[in-house]
């Protein structure tokens, strides 16, 4: 901005200097670049610490750019992560199932075993009692 302005006070001094006799130009233009050399030098008193500002938020800009891309890179992780957690529970709980069908299926054998038990020793008993039975006659 302050190389724009002082392209305009080149320019300034040109047009002055075609406004009329020499000594005439001469004296508006040393008057009009001294006002706009100080004009020139209050702005750039003025930029200066808005530029360091500038720098200071071009770094902040910078590092939440950087931030904001290792805040979605982890989303990212994250999400296959959930992924992979869903499927793993979803193949924990297919085992499970199974697992808990197999329980059933040897309890179910269980008692199919203590029923047959229960009846041998019930035979057992009978057929003691009849030939203890028939051993008395």
Known sequence: M????????????????????PEVGATVGDELRQELRALIDQIG????????????VEVALSSVDTLR???NELIGRA?????LASAKADSLGNRLGSVEMGLAAIDELRQQFEGAVDDAAARARASAVHLHGVEGE
């Open 2 to 21: 302050v190389t724009r302005l002082r392209e305009m006070e080149s320019l300034l001094a040109r047009a002055v200097g075609q406004l009329g006799p």
């Open 45 to 56: 008193e003025r930029i200066a610490p808005l530029e360091g500002r500038l720098a200071t």
């Open 69 to 71: 891309k290792e805040l």
């Open 79 to 83: 999400t296959v992560t959930s992924r």
